[in-house]
């Protein structure tokens, strides 16, 4: 019987084969996903922060991509503009809730009148819950914060809002923690949250006591400590170290250095703000405190600070020994006015190179006393340099000014409506 000539899948499979006795090539293993990853929304046009950081949106988007179960995001607010960068952050939502993951969004009250769409079409689609939390009830001041729990295991926190122009229009800064006791206890926070949104009853902080602080870690083949805070005290698991309380404990152990960065600065509440009225000069005295015992201390400050309420206190600060300010202003962006945008956002202090303060806190008294925010301290060399040298990046910008006596710097315009010549975007 005549023999068929072998197939081409057949000749295809052998030609496959690896040669006799050489062993066979497997793949690289993958590294290992760090405990500990920073994010970066940095502003289109300008050079600000580290491009080899992965943004926001990307680790958003992964992050959601990986939930089984349940997904909960806590954020000021949620706004949207056709696309944007923000939109393929929505549409991943929207795939989540679709296969079955469980997703709440909680968003301030306040703002959410201001931005009620997308939030509203949201909390519409399957398997997708939003609320909104008056924290001026609560507190006397909003909620602030911005992160995301994923499964009870992995988290987000950082300066970034659920708004298209966090993330590329506004520089800021955040982390994702592959660590779940820490996911757990920022879950608690949420769940905290999520109960006091009913205004019809009084709910108790969930604290399921996830873990001791510090929790333990390894990256970089370095060993590190990591703890999560919270403000304000009274509304957070009592397991859970007050934010005001670590980050002030940070400053007073500085021996070298201290680098911080935020978008505004004051030792009072001003009239019109959330928790107006609480005074509180704990950062500040630590800060001046740290400078007499030769510590170097160096400030970017937002220009939103600039004629603002705060701007005494930031002056004062910059006027002692040992103190240097600068005030940053990111560049207008050629495609049009942004308003509430083009500005320094990022929220973050690093010690002696090697403690890094990450959170959602602007460095006002309110926010610690009567604003839900949240936090980690990380004492972590590499961690801290990398936050260190975004710092040094936005320090040595050409647009960010050092705030001395008689230099004086104009009100720049960030509201709604734009500066006289400018064209509002998308107009």
Same mark, same amino acid.
């Given at each position: ?59 958003? *988007? ?143 902080? *969930? ?80 800060? *001046? ?84 925010? *949240? ?53």
């Amino acid at each position: 019987m005549r023999r068929r000539a072998p197939s081409w899948l057949t000749l295809l499979a052998f030609a496959l084969l690896p040669l006799a006795g050489a062993p066979a090539r497997l793949p690289a293993a993958a590294p290992p996903a760090p405990p500990v990853l920073l994010g970066e929304s940095r502003p289109l046009e300008t050079a600000l922060g580290d491009p080899s950081l992965p943004t926001a949106a990307e680790v958003w *988007v992964d992050m959601i991509r990986g939930a089984k179960t349940r997904l909960d995001l806590e954020h000021f607010y949620l706004s949207r503009k056709p696309g944007e960068a923000l939109d393929p952050v929505l549409d991943e939502l929207g795939r989540a809730s679709a296969r079955g993951v469980k997703v709440r969004l909680l968003l301030d009250a306040g703002m959410h009148r201001t931005y009620p769409q997308p939030a509203d079409s949201l909390g519409r689609l399957a398997n997708f819950s939003v609320r909104v939390i008056d924290y001026h009830r609560i507190a006397g001041g909003v909620q602030h914060a911005k992160f995301m729990v994923v499964d009870d295991r992995e988290a987000w926190l950082g300066s970034q809002n659920l708004d298209w122009r966090a993330l590329s229009h506004i520089h800021e800064l955040g982390a994702r923690v592959r660590l779940e006791p820490v996911a757990k206890t920022f879950a608690d926070v949420f769940e905290t949250d999520w109960a006091a949104s009913d205004s019809t009853s009084k709910a108790e902080p *969930v604290d399921r006591k996830p873990g001791k602080w510090p929790i333990a870690f390894e990256q970089d083949g370095e060993k590190g400590e990591l703890w999560p805070s919270a403000s304000p005290k009274p509304q957070s698991p009592p397991s859970l170290p007050w934010d005001r309380d670590v980050l002030a404990g940070r400053l007073n152990a500085a021996k070298h250095e201290i680098v911080a960065q935020f978008l505004t600065y004051g030792v009072g509440g001003a009239p019109g703000r959330a928790g107006s009225g609480n005074a509180d000069s704990t950062l500040h005295k630590a800060l *001046v405190a740290a400078a007499g015992r030769g510590v170097k201390v160096k400030l970017i400050v937002s220009d939103w600070e600039i004629g603002g309420r705060g701007e005494p206190d930031l002056r004062a600060l910059a006027a002692t020994p040992g103190i240097e300010v600068k005030v940053s202003q990111v560049p207008d962006w050629s495609g049009g006015y942004i308003p509430f945008a083009r500005v320094e956002h990022c929220k973050y202090m690093v010690a002696d190179s090697s403690w890094l303060w990450l959170g959602t806190s602007n460095w006002e008294p309110s926010y610690f006393s009567a604003t839900r925010n *949240v936090a980690i301290t990380v004492h972590h060399r590499p961690l801290a340099r990398r936050a260190r040298g975004i710092f040094e990046a936005d320090w040595n910008a050409p647009t960010a000014t050092t705030l001395a006596n008689g230099v004086t710097l104009a009100k720049r315009a960030h509201a709604e409506t734009p500066p006289p010549g400018a064209t509002l975007y998308g107009e």
